[in-house]
Every structure is written in C-alpha cells, then in structure tokens.
C-alpha cells in the first residue's frame, strides 16, 4: 500500500522565493529513489504560511530508507539556514484513489 508524506514548511514571506528557489535546484534528486511515485511543492495561495512539501512512496519502508539516507545528504551542509521557520510531518495510507480520464 502506497504512503504519503505531507511536509508542512511554515515560510516566512520573504523566505518564499527562496524556498521554491532551493527545490527548482534540486529538482529530479528524488525521482531516482527506489519506492519514490510522486512529489510536488504547494505554494500557499491565501490565509496561511504554510508550504506543502507532498510525496508518495511505495511503502512505508521506502521512505524511512530515503529520508535516513539520500534526503538526509541532501539537507547536510552547504551552509544555508533554513528557509521555513518550522517544519512538520504529516503520513498517511492511500485507502483509494482514481485516475484521471483519457478520453
């Protein structure tokens, strides 16, 4: 059964443009990851700070190897602070889902 993780980054708004900065950069790093099905970042549109870093993977398993391994290498060093003033994890079971239709 698929899983998803939701990061709620709270951002700062002079912080945003970094942030979306930072992922563009390392846009594709993730794909590659064994389990990894699906990703996007969500940018807040009214009422809240609140970015919505959103992933899917195969199993919970794959995941917790992608974020004790890659994602943690991934974050480490370069010098930057954070971009988001806080940070949590959301998970969830995909319990049903639907494609979209081709007509």
């Known amino acids: 059964m698929?899983?998803?993780k939701i990061n709620v980054l709270t951002v700062p708004e002079e912080r945003r443009e970094e942030l979306e900065q930072r992922f563009a950069a390392r846009a594709g790093l993730v794909e590659g990851e064994d389990g990894f099905e699906w990703f996007e970042l969500l940018r807040p549109v009214e009422g809240t700070d609140q970015y919505l870093v959103y992933t899917r993977w195969?199993?919970?398993?794959?995941?917790?190897?992608?974020?004790?391994?890659?994602?943690?290498?991934?974050h480490?060093?370069?010098?930057q602070r954070p971009a988001a003033a806080g940070a949590t994890l959301w998970s969830f079971d995909v319990?049903?889902?639907?494609?979209p239709r081709r007509d």
């Open 76 to 79: 480490q060093g370069g010098g």
């Open 95 to 99: 319990v049903q889902q639907a494609a």
């Open 58 to 74: 195969r199993s919970e398993e794959d995941f917790q190897k992608w974020f004790a391994g890659s994602m943690r290498e991934a």
């Open 2 to 4: 698929s899983v998803v």
